[in-house]
């Protein structure tokens, strides 16, 4: 057992280096804060990073959602079918562009939406695929994509957890419209940001001008559109943890094989998978707390917050069924089984790239005690 004066394990920890502090102090000196060079020094360090043709940054993640389908040209009653278990985002940015949102249930080992539960909601109203990658795990792209391409479906992937996973020899984000985002305590961060990928030519033009109002020389407007800029304030610290990401995130794999391996063999604890094919950041190490686990997930959550170690519940319910989604007229609040038995379950521990081994046994025996598994 750890001491109980240990320090409490946090979730996430945001630790930005020296190499942030002087490209921050370089832009403040350099009388360009808003975007300029190092936005564009961003949108290629990381269009270089994921493989993607072009990348365009704009101010959060929902923003990259909301321009993704914006640039869709969608028309009202139009269609987009999207994951139930995801942050609120997903479903706010559906809304925002105008469309209606659709809901095909995940698969309960990647939490993402798969090719056979989408087929079913396909219709004459569908007009887009929003997958969301989950806790840094790509969706089943290569069946996503089919159903895309049989149907000629705009495919926007909601990336937001999933800076560099892949599926298929192919990074999240290369597969359709890629919107990540770049949140504080997201894999990598600018504080508030968002990045939007593409391999389309018209597409990339399409955003950059929808970000700047529609303009695409000053004062000459081609669509009404909006100020989605990032600054380069925010580019300053972001770019210069695009050079240790790889290493980070080796870290974070690291600590979900110890976790796992840790953690093996508890009855009723379901240990999340990096499944075939895929390469898994770890945004989040999310447990399963079945019926035959001896504490109920929320039991489970108190008794490892008593203990110091930071845990959270992502997400405590499916998207749309919250009191505001309910009576809304372009949520349809489909028929989702998994994803509802799921959000019942979920626990995710800390898998941050901060943790020292030692966090990794104390929340290893913390999880073993408070279920009475032995340590
Ligand atoms: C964080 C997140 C978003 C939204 O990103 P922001 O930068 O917070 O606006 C969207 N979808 C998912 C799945 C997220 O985790």
Redesign the pocket.
Same mark, same amino acid.
């Given at each position: 057992m750890s001491s109980p004066a240990a320090p409490p394990i946090p979730i996430s920890v945001v630790r930005l280096g020296p190499e942030v502090e002087a490209l921050v102090l370089e832009v403040v000196r350099s009388g360009t804060i808003a975007q300029g060079p190092v936005v564009r020094r961003l949108e290629e360090g990381f269009a270089e990073m994921i493989g993607a043709r072009h990348v365009v940054a704009v101010n959060? @993640?929902?923003?990259a $959602?909301v321009a993704a389908l914006q640039v869709l040209d969608l028309r009202p009653g139009d269609e987009v079918v999207t994951s139930p278990f995801?942050?609120a985002?997903?479903l706010n940015a559906i809304l925002e562009a105008g469309a209606t949102a659709r809901f095909a249930d995940i698969g309960a080992d990647d939490f993402a939406i798969r090719a056979d539960t989408i087929e079913p909601l396909v219709g004459e109203r569908t007009a887009a695929l929003l997958p969301?990658h $989950?806790y840094g795990q790509c969706a089943p792209m290569a069946g996503i994509a089919g159903v895309a391409e049989r149907h000629d479906l705009a495919v926007v992937e909601?990336a937001?957890?999933a800076h560099g996973a892949a599926v298929a020899g192919r990074s999240a984000g290369t597969w359709g419209t890629g919107c990540f985002? $770049?949140?504080a305590t997201?894999n990598l961060t600018s504080g508030? @940001? @968002?990045l939007i990928s593409t391999d389309d030519d018209a597409t990339a033009d399409a955003l950059r001008v929808l970000r700047n109002q529609g303009m695409r020389e000053r004062y000459r407007y081609e669509v009404p559109g909006h100020n989605y800029r990032m600054t380069d304030l925010q580019a300053a610290v972001c770019v210069p943890q695009l050079a240790g990401y790889d290493a980070q995130v080796e870290r974070r794999r690291q600590h979900a094989r110890a976790l796992s391996a840790g953690l093996a063999g508890i009855d009723g604890l379901r240990t999340p998978v990096e499944l075939p094919g895929r390469r898994h950041v770890w945004h989040q190490y999310t447990v399963l707390v079945d019926d035959a686990c001896r504490l109920g997930r929320d039991e489970l959550v108190e008794e490892l917050t008593r203990r110091g170690i930071g845990c959270g519940v992502y997400y405590p319910a499916v998207a749309f069924d919250h009191r505001c989604y309910l009576d809304h007229p372009r949520v349809v609040a489909d028929e989702v089984p998994v994803a509802r038995a799921v959000a019942a379950r979920c626990l995710s521990l800390p898998v941050h790239a901060h943790l020292t081994g030692t966090d990794v046994e104390r929340i290893v025996d913390a999880v073993r005690d408070a279920v009475g598994a032995g340590t």
């Open positions: 959060n @993640g929902t923003t $959602l995801t942050f985002a997903t969301v $989950l909601d937001a957890q985002s $770049l949140y997201k508030e @940001g @968002g």
